[in-house]
């Protein structure tokens, strides 16, 4: 059974940073897939905000690159997404996920909130 905890978050004012926190426990595929995706509002739906595999490859959505930072720690099973210059709209609920080997569906962390005040 995956369990993923995640840390991190909270209120911040625009333009300020915060850093999230995800550790994977389990039986856990070498080769995976760690990220975050964010669900900005209520019946929104869940959208990618980076990833990263176990190889170092990341991808951002486009409206966070230059700005959000993913790493990994393969031996310990954790990412963290460093955000700085954070946004109003970057406002919402940030899930951790793991996909683990990476063609298999993704486990989900419980989300944690992220408020940047205008």
């Known amino acids: 059974q995956v369990q993923l905890a995640e840390s991190g978050g909270g209120l911040v004012q625009a333009g300020g940073s915060l850093r999230l926190s995800c550790a994977a426990s389990?039986?856990?595929?070498?080769?995976?897939?760690m990220g975050w995706y964010r669900r900005q509002a209520p019946g929104k739906q869940r959208e990618l905000v980076a990833?990263?595999?176990?190889?170092?490859?990341?991808d951002y959505a486009a409206s966070v690159k230059g700005r959000f930072t993913i790493s990994k720690d393969n031996a310990r099973n954790t990412v963290a997404l460093q955000m700085n210059s954070l946004k109003p709209e970057d406002t919402g609920v940030y899930y951790c996920?793991?996909?683990?080997?990476?063609?298999?569906?993704?486990?989900w962390g419980q989300g944690t909130q992220v408020t940047v005040s205008s």
């Open positions: 990833v990263v595999t176990s190889a170092g490859s990341t």
């Open positions: 389990g039986t856990i595929h070498s080769i995976n897939n």
């Open positions: 996920y793991l996909a683990s080997p990476p063609w298999a569906g993704p486990k």
